[in-house]
C-alpha cells in the first residue's frame, strides 16, 4: 500500500523558515518524480515544486523561486522542501504526491494527507 | 501553457447521476487530463487519467460508478448513484510533460 507522510509543518513568523518532509512507503520510491502541491484556506489546489525520480530534474513555481528547494534522500525514501523567506502568502496546506512517471512530472496517482504551514506574527 | 476551467459548484440528488466538466484551454483539445475528488478535510485522492479520446485509467479502489468521458476541449467526470460520500470538491489537471502542471479551480458537488 502507497503511503506518503508529511511533517515539518507549523507557525512561523515572516521571514522565516520550515522543512517539510514526506515519507514514503508501498512503492520503490527512486523510480518515480514527485511533487509539492499546496492549498491555502478555501482556495484550490496549486503546483509548488516538482522533483524527477533521481532527483536530477527540478522545478520551482515562480512564486518561490530563489526562495524554497526540493530535494530528496532515496535511501531514505523521504521527499523535502526546503522553505526559506517565508511569507503570510506561503499559509498554506502542504501536500506531497507521487507522479505516476519516473523522470518526468506529469499527473499525480498518490497524494499525502498533508501538513499545515501558517506564516504569522 | 494550458488551461482548465471548471465551474464553481454543481449539485444532484442522493442516487441521482451528476456529469462535471472540465474545459481546456483552445489549441489544446489533445491533451489528457487527470480527476481528483477532495472530501472535506481530506487530502486529494486520484481518481483518473482521462485522455482526450475518451479512454481513462483509474486510480486502486475507484468504484465503477466513477467514469471519464471527453469531447473536443471538454472533459467529463460521470458519477452515478451518487452517494453522500461523494460531496467533494472535484479537480481537473494537466501537464506538459516536465514541464507544467496546471489544476483546475474545482467544482465543489452538492448531494441532495
Known amino acids: 500500500e502507497v503511503q506518503l507522510l508529511e511533517s515539518g509543518g507549523g507557525l512561523v513568523q515572516p521571514g522565516g523558515s520550515l522543512r517539510l518532509s514526506c515519507a514514503a512507503s508501498?512503492?520503490?520510491?527512486?523510480?518515480?518524480?514527485m511533487s509539492w502541491v499546496r492549498q491555502a484556506p478555501g482556495k484550490g489546489l496549486e503546483w509548488v515544486s516538482a522533483?524527477?525520480?533521481?532527483?536530477?530534474?527540478?522545478y520551482l513555481a515562480d512564486s518561490v523561486k530563489g526562495r524554497f528547494t526540493i530535494s530528496r534522500d532515496n535511501s531514505k525514501n523521504t521527499l523535502y522542501l526546503q522553505m526559506n523567506s517565508l511569507r503570510a502568502e506561503d499559509t498554506a496546506l502542504y501536500y506531497c504526491a507521487k507522479d505516476q512517471d519516473s523522470s518526468d512530472w506529469t499527473y499525480f496517482d498518490y497524494w499525502g494527507q498533508g501538513t499545515l504551514v501558517t506564516v504569522s506574527s | 501553457q494550458p488551461v482548465l476551467t471548471q465551474s464553481p459548484s454543481a449539485s444532484a440528488s442522493l442516487g441521482a447521476s451528476v456529469k462535471l466538466t472540465c474545459t481546456l484551454s483552445?489549441?489544446?483539445?489533445?491533451?489528457?487530463i487527470a480527476w481528483h475528488q477532495q472530501q472535506p478535510e481530506k487530502g486529494p485522492r486520484y481518481l483518473m487519467k482521462?485522455?482526450?479520446?475518451?479512454?481513462?485509467t483509474k486510480g486502486d479502489g475507484i468504484p465503477d460508478r466513477f467514469s471519464g468521458s471527453s469531447s473536443g476541449t471538454e472533459r467529463y467526470l460521470t458519477i452515478s448513484s451518487l452517494q453522500s460520500e461523494d460531496e467533494a470538491d472535484y479537480y481537473c489537471q494537466t501537464w506538459v510533460t516536465g514541464t507544467h502542471v496546471v489544476f483546475g479551480g474545482g467544482t465543489k458537488l452538492t448531494v441532495l
Open positions: 508501498g512503492f520503490t520510491f527512486s523510480n518515480y518524480a
Open positions: 482521462l485522455n482526450s479520446d475518451g479512454s481513462h
Open positions: 483552445s489549441g489544446h483539445r489533445s491533451y489528457a
Open positions: 522533483i524527477s525520480g533521481s532527483g536530477g530534474s527540478t
